[in-house]
């Protein structure tokens, strides 16, 4: 347990230096927020009611699919992945300390989006605060679990970029966290539903707990895991 928290510390400093975590978990969000909650409070004074949860699932999905996925090619596409495998150190520990890094990140932004929003622009906060945080943890798990894929798959950092923008883009334009989804044509519909954020933002918007808001969530998180374990292992025989 302490080599393990160690491992969580050394983690933590390497994030701090980074740029690109810095960037995409708190500058841009943080901006994002300062700029668009302006906008959507000003053209619909309604956007109060879920403003805190829509720049939460913006934040989040910036910050999992633009910044987790160049940490784990560091290590699986490059030599880093022979010395884990020299030292007997398993190579999941890498994925382990990099999702649990990311994931506090992630969670002190969420959390100062919450103090923030309803201080700037008079946000409504959640009816209930143990519900929404519960659904939060569960949204950034399973949104880690689809940027593991991408940073285990796509080993060139070019390419990890790329694709990563490809998943990025329509998560967020067909989250319901920009407009209604119900604007939306029943085909982008019926995509949004293919991402997280989607069902992210409702989990967290709703007052009340759904499962039917659950399920999709959980089925994406099994899945994913279960890839994520078949692409470790195809790592440790190359």
Request: proline letters at 6%; one cysteine or more.
């Amino acid at each position: 347990m302490g080599a393990f928290l160690y491992g969580v510390f050394l983690q933590w400093k390497l994030d701090i230096r980074s740029k690109t975590l810095i960037i995409t978990c708190y500058m841009v969000p943080l901006l994002f927020f300062a700029i668009m909650g302006g906008i959507f409070t000003s053209i619909m004074p309604e956007a109060r009611d879920t403003l805190i949860q829509s720049m939460t699932v913006f934040g989040v999905t910036m910050g999992v699919f633009i910044g987790l996925p160049p940490s784990l090619v560091e290590i699986y596409g490059s030599d880093m992945k022979r010395v884990y495998k020299a030292n007997g150190v398993p190579l999941s520990l890498g994925l382990v300390l990099t999702n649990f890094s990311a994931y506090i990140h992630l969670l002190i932004m969420s959390i100062i989006l919450y103090i923030a929003a309803p201080l700037a622009f008079h946000a409504k906060l959640p009816e209930n605060p143990a519900l929404y945080f519960g659904s939060l943890a569960m949204f950034i798990a399973v949104s880690l679990s689809i940027a593991d894929i991408i940073g285990l798959t796509v080993k060139d950092p070019a390419k990890t970029s790329m694709v990563s923008m490809i998943v990025f883009l329509p998560s967020i334009l067909l989250s319901g966290i920009m407009f209604p989804i119900e604007l939306l044509p029943e085909a982008f519909e019926t995509a949004g539903k293919l991402f997280p954020a989607s069902w992210g933002y409702r989990l967290m918007t709703a007052g009340t707990f759904q499962f039917e808001n659950l399920l999709p969530l959980l089925i994406i998180l099994i899945l994913a895991v279960c890839v994520c374990v078949i692409l470790l292992r195809r790592a440790a025989q190359d």
